[in-house]
T-cell receptor, first 114, second 108 residues
């Protein structure tokens, strides 16, 4: 199994630009999670989906952030417009069954907003 | 905010057992204890979980006290590759709330 796949691995953009991060979960997993990690705030859960439906988006910082899961094998996290404070590593994770959950994390996307 | 409390850092000699403590002062009866670790620049990696009983797998052992207010992750023979940030988490909603974790430095 290839594991959770994220793209791009690195993204550098300028303030105000739209950024789209992509995630392919492990085949057959029915939960998908998006996290953000910064030095100041650590690892934060942004949103998670079950069977392609958003269950909890309380961690999404503001309306500039949106996430979609159009099918079981693909999800996107979009930031529009991007700001320097959005610079972070964004991780996607997936799991089969919600509780107890052994989440499998992708390698992350390192986003730098100039 | 994270519900667990861990020491910020620990050292361990290579080949010795690493015992990482965690306090779960607000854990409820149906919440699991999870341990993950994050090696530098990688995504977090699941290690082990438990509810009430002690657990062991190929990576580690998990000891949970009878009152479930604390747990200990044991790496029986630590190697340099075990240097990482170790997170303990308790919950049952499918959401993992990560704290700051314990940075374990395994030294030769």
């Amino acid at each position: 199994d290839a594991g959770v796949i994220q793209s791009p691995r690195h993204e550098v953009t300028e303030m105000g630009q739209e950024v789209t991060l992509r995630c392919k979960p492990i085949s057959g997993h029915d939960y998908l999670f998006w996290y953000r990690q910064t030095m100041m705030r650590g690892l934060e859960l942004l949103i998670y989906f079950n069977n392609n439906v958003p269950i909890d988006d309380s961690g999404m910082p503001e309306d500039r952030f949106s996430a979609k899961m159009p099918n079981a094998s693909f999800s996107t996290l979009k930031i529009q417009p991007s700001e320097p404070r959005d610079s972070a590593v964004y991780f996607c994770a997936s799991t089969l069954l919600g509780v107890p959950d052994t989440q499998y994390f992708g390698p992350g996307t390192r986003l730098t907003v100039l | 905010d994270a519900k667990t409390t861990q020491p910020p850092s620990m050292d361990c000699a290579e080949g010795r057992a690493a015992n990482l403590p965690c306090n779960h002062s607000t854990i409820s009866g149906n919440e699991y204890v999870y341990w993950y670790r994050q090696i530098h620049s990688q995504g977090p990696q699941y290690i082990i979980h438990g509810l009430k009983n002690n657990e062991t797998n190929e990576m580690a052992s998990l000891i949970i006290t009878e009152d479930r207010k604390s747990s200990t992750l044991i790496l029986p023979h630590a190697t340099l590759r075990d240097t990482a940030v170790y997170y303990c988490i308790d919950g049952n909603t499918g959401k993992l709330i990560f704290g700051q974790g314990t940075t374990l430095q395994v030294k030769p």
